[in-house]
């Protein structure tokens, strides 16, 4: 049986460059894909699957709320690459679980794992419950040289734990951050909103 993948990584992970290599790399061998994404991605246009290095690609599918992908034809398919995957509903995540035992055919979801407030996204936890490998994409901390783990948000320079979770953004909202950095930047902005530093505070 066809496996379901799922690779998480934090933001500036390089998630979507890996994801069109994959789908470079498949093509360069003659073998037919399709790219999905949800439709709620549209921060590069509606229908692009962009990385931060510039490359980019157009969707073949882009998954909207209520959608049935039981419906398709993937025939003579060698593989299906879904990016941005943190915002499809659980029930998509079933839908695409089916696929490869139905169809045989393997499928790789690439996506963020937690929120800014640390929390599983729907689809990213309804992932980790059924893919059969889960790998993470490694970068390091925006402030230091750990592992990131956080996405960090930002709303006019400062780092921010509070608000709804989706709100899309990309470098200019988001930076990846280890928990150590994580809880000092957050310390320092709401120290700040008060007037005050962290040596002030004694932290």
Not at 3 to 14: C, D, H
Not at 22 to 42: E, F, S
Not at 98 to 104: K, N, V
Not at 169 to 183: I, N
């Amino acid at each position: 049986m066809a496996k379901l993948y799922f690779r998480y990584g934090t933001v500036g992970s390089a998630k979507t460059l890996n994801l069109l290599a994959v789908a470079h790399n498949y093509r360069q061998q003659g073998k037919k894909i399709i790219l999905m994404k949800p439709d709620i991605d549209t921060r590069f246009g509606k229908d692009r699957i962009r990385s931060r290095a510039g490359l980019e690609e157009e969707a073949d599918v882009l998954i909207h709320s209520g959608m049935s992908l039981l419906t398709m034809d993937f025939q003579g398919l060698s593989c299906i690459l879904v990016d941005e995957a943190q915002f499809l509903s659980a029930q998509t995540i079933d839908e695409l679980r089916l696929i490869t035992i139905d169809w045989d055919l393997p499928i790789i979801c690439y996506g963020l794992r937690t929120d800014f407030k640390s929390f599983l996204f729907e689809g990213s936890k309804r992932l980790m419950e059924l893919a059969d490998s889960i790998e993470e994409i490694k970068v390091t901390c925006n402030y230091c040289n750990r592992k990131a783990t956080m996405n960090l948000k930002h709303v006019n320079g400062m780092a921010v734990n509070e608000g709804p979770s989706v709100e899309l953004g990309a470098e200019e909202k988001y930076l990846p951050s280890c928990h150590k950095c994580y809880r000092i930047e957050i310390q320092k902005a709401k120290l700040f909103r008060k007037g005050k530093t962290l040596e002030k505070a004694g932290v």
